[in-house]
């Protein structure tokens, strides 16, 4: 079973609002991402977890706040987003991260949109 | 700082033409070179992995290859069909910056007409 799991599938939320990603595999992966994707462009990733620490954070603005409970689960809560953060939001899970042929498997996405 | 190219950006093609997609990268220190799927809307499906050691990998009707000492690598579809429209992309994991990043390409849109 190669499959990565994302709930919700759509998301609609006010500038306000507090809402959460969850994303979860069972393939003993021990490294977990978060990607953002705009329309017609490649992912950008957002945040690495490498057993359970995050270990990357490219820049990412403090209205994004990832978590990992556990070895399978991997969450990012969202609060007062702009609209400009509307976006399809990508779980990937691989292996580990250290250098070898480690495949990343990607989730098939939550899209969010802030009104 | 690592690079990768997908040229052309979008190619439209009959039905049962056999199509080489082409990635290119600056870098040739990769640990591995990944081929995507993505459908409007939806997740990467990940299609095919090469390593640094390897020169080629397949799966089905498609073929990858890879030339790290010229930074290239082919994708190659046989015989495509309307289910292959989607976008591809290309993405190489190496050293630079950090060996967890993916670096992509920004993709091919594929069309394949009935």
């Known amino acids: 079973d190669t499959e990565v799991t994302q709930t919700p599938k759509h998301l609609v939320m006010g500038m306000t609002n507090k809402k959460s990603l969850k994303c979860e595999q069972h393939?003993?992966?021990?490294?977990m991402y978060w990607y953002k994707q705009k329309a017609k462009k490649p992912p950008e990733l957002m945040f690495v977890?490498?057993?359970?620490?995050?270990?990357i954070n490219e820049s990412v603005p403090s209205r994004f706040s990832p978590e990992c409970p556990n070895s399978s689960l991997l969450n990012l809560h969202l609060h007062a987003l702009q609209p400009e953060d509307s976006a399809l939001y990508l779980c990937?899970?691989?292996?580990?991260?250290?250098?070898?042929?480690?495949?990343?498997?990607f989730g098939p996405g939550t899209r969010l949109t802030v009104t | 700082k690592q690079e990768v190219t997908q040229i052309p950006a979008a190619l439209s093609v009959p039905e049962g033409e056999n199509l080489v997609l082409n990635c290119s990268f600056t870098?040739?220190?990769?640990?591995?070179l990944q081929w995507f799927r993505q459908d409007p809307g939806k997740g990467l499906t990940s299609l095919l992995l090469?390593?640094?050691?390897?020169r080629e990998q397949t799966s089905g009707r498609l073929n990858a290859s890879l030339d790290k000492s010229s930074g290239r690598s082919t994708l190659y579809i046989a015989a495509s069909q309307p289910g292959d429209s989607a976008t591809y992309l290309c993405?190489?994991?190496?050293?630079?910056?950090?060996?967890?990043?993916?670096?992509f390409g920004k993709g091919m849109k594929l069309t394949v007409n009935p």
């Open positions: 990937a899970s691989s292996q580990d991260t250290w250098q070898g042929d480690y495949e990343q498997y």
């Open positions: 993405a190489v994991r190496g050293p630079q910056g950090g060996s967890e990043k993916l670096v």
């Open positions: 090469i390593q640094s050691s390897q």
């Open positions: 393939m003993g992966h021990r490294a």
């Open positions: 977890y490498s057993y359970e620490k995050l270990s």
């Open positions: 870098d040739s220190a990769i640990y591995n």
